[in-house]
């Protein structure tokens, strides 16, 4: 069955210092994927996504993700934390199949940042 | 400015009543949805749609029902509440060739 995990429900960074949140997905084919922030009280915005090619993907804030088929992982990282990066952050893995677009969402990680 | 927008932001309501949750798209995207959300959960997929007269149930069985009579909005309606129904509602759309889905800010619903 497909499926996303994201390991840590929660973590807590200082200001200033790399961040790596974990994302591994189930699927049987390569699939598509996808990294989303949600600020409290707010609706999900993408960071950004992997459909093929280059398997380090670069999004808005400074975030970059790297595809990893070996180990079935999308692990989004980040080089510097500001407190604004506070947020809920979810993985999702996306078959596309030209009608619907169906996504599976992991469970979330929860970034506290410490100034 | 192209975006996508719900309304109420919050909702408290008692039992029993009948309540709609709006939800609207300036993106001219075909493919719409509706995700719940619980505190500290992932989203569950309860309806979405292709178009215009398409809707479909999601992964997660809802008591809840949607219509698409035109293409910018995809309301969503529960005929009786109850406080089983509370949780965060997140509508998304997305176009024909992309995955990408956009997010409203979503409508938190309190069923006393």
């Known amino acids: 069955a497909q499926s996303v995990t994201q390991p840590d429900i929660h973590i807590t960074v200082s200001e200033g210092a790399s961040l790596e949140l974990r994302c591994n997905y189930s699927?049987?084919?390569?699939?598509?994927l996808f990294w989303y922030v949600q600020s409290p009280g707010q609706g999900l915005q993408l960071l950004l996504k992997?459909?093929?090619?280059?398997?380090l993907v670069q999004g808005i804030k400074g975030f970059e993700a790297e595809f990893k088929r070996s180990q079935s992982s999308f692990n989004l990282r980040k080089p510097s934390v500001h407190w604004s990066d506070a947020a809920e952050y979810f993985c999702a893995v996306g078959p596309y199949s030209g009608g619907y677009n169906k996504l599976i969402f992991g469970a979330g990680t929860r970034l506290a940042v410490h100034p | 400015e192209a975006d996508i927008y719900q309304t109420p932001r919050y909702l408290v309501i008692g039992t029993g009543k009948k309540i709609t949750l709006e939800c609207s798209q300036t993106m001219g995207h075909d493919k719409m949805y509706w995700y719940q959300q619980d505190p500290g959960m992932e989203l569950h997929l309860i309806h979405y749609s292709y178009g215009v007269n398409s809707t479909e149930k999601g992964d997660l069985s809802s008591e809840s029902t949607v219509s698409r009579i035109r293409t910018e909005h995809f309301p969503l309606t529960l005929e009786s509440a109850r406080p089983s129904h509370t949780s965060q509602y997140l509508c998304a759309s997305s176009d024909d060739f992309e995955d990408e889905q956009f997010f409203g800010p979503g409508t938190r619903l309190t069923v006393l």
């Open positions: 699927y049987g084919a390569t699939p598509y």
């Open positions: 992997y459909f093929s090619g280059d398997t």
